[in-house]
């Protein structure tokens, strides 16, 4: 399988020290197959568009937030984590692998977390194979 793509939804606040270094992404380590949505909050994320990320090509979708205790918006990442729990539901009634979404909650204090999360989602993938939905359509 070539690299899988894959697209993270992040939290501005989470990924605000990492983005002073958007130019520099592979150097830091971060994938260059994952595509990077930023978000004002990992709760503003809906489960309408994290499936419309598989419609669209995605192998694999993965949100980052805040930690719970540290989150700006107070429950943010406790709704993503919420909507990324309902879409994995929704995933293995499609009979495709709930392991495909994942909701990643990092400190906000270095980039490794969140690089490492990209690591960690793009090794998995690689494993899965391709999404069945891209196989299809």
């Not at 399988?1 to 380590?29: K, R, W």
């Not at 309902?86 to 990643?104: A, C, F, G, H, T």
């Amino acid at each position: 399988m070539e690299e899988p793509y894959i697209v993270a939804f992040c939290c501005h606040y989470t990924a605000y020290a990492f983005s002073q270094d958007l130019q520099n992404l592979s150097e830091l380590g971060f994938p260059k197959n994952v595509r990077v949505e930023i978000l004002s909050c990992s709760g503003n994320i809906s489960i309408s568009r994290l499936l419309k990320a598989f419609e669209d090509g995605a192998d694999g979708v993965y949100v980052a937030g805040c930690l719970e205790d540290t989150c700006h918006n107070v429950k943010g990442s406790q709704v993503a984590s919420n909507r990324v729990n309902y879409v994995k539901n929704v995933l293995s009634q499609l009979n495709l692998d709930p392991s495909r979404i994942e909701m990643y909650m990092i400190s906000r204090e270095s980039n490794q977390g969140f690089i490492d999360a990209a690591k960690d989602m793009t090794e998995r993938i690689k494993i899965l194979g391709a999404s069945q939905l891209k196989v299809e359509k």
